[in-house]
């Protein structure tokens, strides 16, 4: 069974930095590609960040390159997202996502798999 599960949110002051983390069960970790999207309040899900299957390549939405840096340790069936100088507008819950269906790396239609999600709350 497919599991994901996300780590490491919570509640931080502006300028400050968090790293979240998602371990991964039940799916061959290595041969995907892993993205993190997230969800503010009111909003729709949005892309944040994608890693190819081996770590070669990274991809980022435009408001947090720069800033926030997703990685992976496929021995570990860990992928993590280092997020520095967070402001306000990051609040929302963070979901890491496997990437099973070929399209486009910045939809979620392409990511078959979730996880649950993890708070990252950052005040003014």
């Known amino acids: 069974q497919v599991q994901l599960v996300e780590s490491g949110g919570g509640l931080v002051q502006a300028g400050e930095s968090l790293r979240l983390s998602c371990a991964a069960s039940g799916v061959a970790f290595s041969a995907y590609f892993m993205g993190w999207f997230r969800r503010a309040p009111g909003k729709e899900r949005e892309f944040v960040a994608a890693i190819t299957s081996s770590g070669g390549s990274t991809y980022y939405a435009d408001f947090v390159k720069g800033r926030f840096t997703i990685s992976r340790d496929n021995a570990k069936n860990m992928v993590y997202l280092q997020m520095n100088a967070l402001k306000p507008e990051d609040t929302a819950v963070y979901y890491c996502?496997?990437?099973?269906?070929?399209?486009?790396?910045?939809?979620?239609?392409?990511?078959?798999?979730w996880g649950q999600g993890t708070q990252v709350t950052v005040s003014s």
């Open positions: 996502a496997v990437r099973q269906v070929a399209g486009s790396l910045h939809s979620a239609t392409s990511y078959g798999r």
